[in-house]
């Protein structure tokens, strides 16, 4: 009887303690392992450039190619996660996404990016995931004790390493480096304000957002900062993909902005048919970010798009934003800007 009542107070005790919510990679029982049919090797480093905190770090190196996939995945996933947290480093810009995988087929994303090499630390909770577009949806919930599985993906390498990719998001091709530090479970998930309206308020200690080309975009503490300083001809811009419907019943789109040098902004959203939808507004000089609203009716399609569908923008099937510095294309134009983008926001 007595053996009895010892053991269960061990088990008792071990029931009580934390779970195990830290992957350090300072041992090399660490879990995280090359997609299956996937490109490239995983491997710790000790060497301090690339170590965050402690002794090691996890590096992933690969070649980035058209339609090649690029993950590492990690089979074991904490049932009673709210959130991800975790410190990741790549040896270039890039959009990268946590993926989930369901016991039922159902995919979920959350896209992040990630600037060239500097340490960024990233913070995921499960209302950040959306559901991949290529997915055939179940019950439309993400059920963390469900999950198989997540993912570490490089995007960029997967879709924008073409040759007309290439044009606006420069060669994306070739040998690659990420390295992965610390990475957390989180019992609770990050407090943020919800409304409604906001499509993005910068909240989040990651931007979901891609650049283009010679385009610097960072988060700072009241939105994103953008920045370059190229000669003409480039596009200078950012841009995201929106959930489902992010659009649908509204009027219009309206952007909190500040703009350094005097130009014309452009804002192109891109329907589910392919048509491309555009309008601008002049910024600059501003002393604190402004609200810039455009309305639906004050957008044309764009020449190239005019054949992909019915010839009529459809805010419900929106599934592209993008802002681009429309007065940089031009000779006369400033090459050299910086904005800040406090807010995005629909228009009821």
Same mark, same amino acid.
């Given at each position: 009887?007595? =053996?009895?009542? !010892?053991?269960?107070?061990?088990?008792?005790?071990?029931?009580?303690?934390?779970?195990?919510?830290?992957?350090?990679?300072?041992?090399?029982?660490?879990?995280?392992? !090359?997609?299956?049919?996937?490109?490239?090797?995983?491997?710790?480093?000790?060497?301090?450039?690339?170590?965050?905190?402690?002794? +090691?770090?996890?590096?992933?190196?690969?070649?980035?190619?058209?339609?090649?996939?690029?993950?590492?995945?990690?089979?074991?996933?904490?049932?009673?996660?709210?959130?991800?947290?975790?410190?990741?480093?790549?040896? +270039?810009?890039?959009?990268?996404?946590?993926?989930?995988?369901?016991?039922?087929?159902?995919?979920?994303?959350?896209?992040?990016?990630?600037?060239? =090499?500097?340490?960024? /630390?990233?913070?995921?909770?499960?209302?950040?995931?959306?559901?991949?577009?290529?997915?055939?949806p179940v019950n439309n919930k993400l059920d963390i004790d469900d999950a198989q599985g997540i993912g570490? *993906?490089d995007v960029s390498a997967v879709f924008l390493a073409t040759p007309d990719a290439a044009i606006l998001?420069?060669? /994306?091709?070739?040998?690659?480096?990420?390295?992965?530090?610390?990475?957390?479970?989180?019992?609770?998930?990050?407090?943020?304000?919800?409304?409604?309206?906001?499509?993005?308020?910068? /909240?989040?200690?990651?931007?979901?957002?891609?650049?283009?080309?010679?385009?610097?975009?960072?988060?700072?503490?009241?939105?994103?900062?953008?920045?370059?300083?190229?000669?003409?001809?480039?596009?200078?811009?950012?841009?995201?993909?929106?959930?489902?419907?992010?659009?649908?019943?509204?009027?219009? *789109?309206?952007?909190?902005? /500040? !703009?350094?040098?005097?130009?014309?902004?452009?804002?192109?959203?891109?329907?589910?048919?392919?048509? +491309?939808?555009?309008?601008?507004?002049?910024?600059?000089?501003?002393?604190? #970010?402004? #609200?810039?609203?455009?309305?639906?009716?004050?957008?044309?399609?764009?020449? %190239?798009?005019?054949?992909?569908? %019915?010839?009529?923008? =459809? #805010?419900?099937?929106?599934?592209?934003?993008?802002?681009?510095?429309?007065?940089?294309?031009?000779?006369?134009? #400033?090459?050299? =800007? +910086?904005?800040?983008?406090?807010?995005?926001?629909?228009?009821?």
């Open positions: 009887m007595r =053996n009895w009542m !010892v053991f269960g107070l061990l088990t008792g005790a071990l029931w009580a303690q934390e779970p195990k919510s830290l992957i350090d990679f300072e041992s090399g029982q660490h879990g995280w392992l !090359v997609l299956p049919g996937a490109d490239g090797k995983v491997e710790l480093t000790e060497n301090p450039n690339d170590v965050k905190s402690g002794k +090691r770090a996890l590096r992933y190196s690969y070649a980035a190619a058209a339609g090649k996939l690029n993950a590492i995945v990690y089979l074991e996933p904490e049932s009673w996660t709210q959130a991800f947290r975790f410190w990741i480093k790549a040896d +270039r810009p890039a959009l990268f996404a946590l993926s989930l995988q369901e016991e039922s087929g159902e995919r979920w994303h959350a896209p992040f990016w990630v600037s060239g =090499n500097t340490w960024q /630390q990233v913070t995921i909770a499960l209302g950040d995931f959306l559901l991949a577009e290529d997915t055939k570490l *993906i998001f420069g060669d /994306q091709s070739g040998t690659r480096l990420m390295w992965l530090d610390d990475f957390e479970f989180l019992s609770k998930a990050p407090a943020r304000r919800a409304d409604p309206n906001v499509l993005d308020d910068f /909240q989040r200690d990651y931007l979901v957002w891609m650049a283009t080309a010679n385009t610097t975009i960072k988060r700072e503490a009241n939105g994103m900062g953008v920045e370059y300083n190229l000669p003409f001809p480039y596009i200078f811009g950012a841009l995201r993909m929106l959930e489902p419907n992010a659009l649908r019943d509204t009027k219009g *789109i309206e952007i909190a902005v /500040q !703009v350094k040098t005097p130009t014309v902004l452009a804002v192109l959203v891109e329907e589910l048919d392919g048509e +491309r939808w555009s309008a601008t507004v002049e910024a600059g000089g501003e002393s604190k #970010p402004e #609200p810039k609203r455009l309305l639906w009716n004050q957008f044309t399609i764009t020449e %190239d798009t005019k054949d992909k569908g %019915d010839g009529k923008l =459809n #805010p419900g099937k929106i599934k592209l934003l993008s802002l681009i510095d429309w007065g940089a294309l031009s000779e006369s134009g #400033p090459s050299a =800007n +910086r904005w800040l983008v406090q807010s995005v926001r629909k228009v009821k």
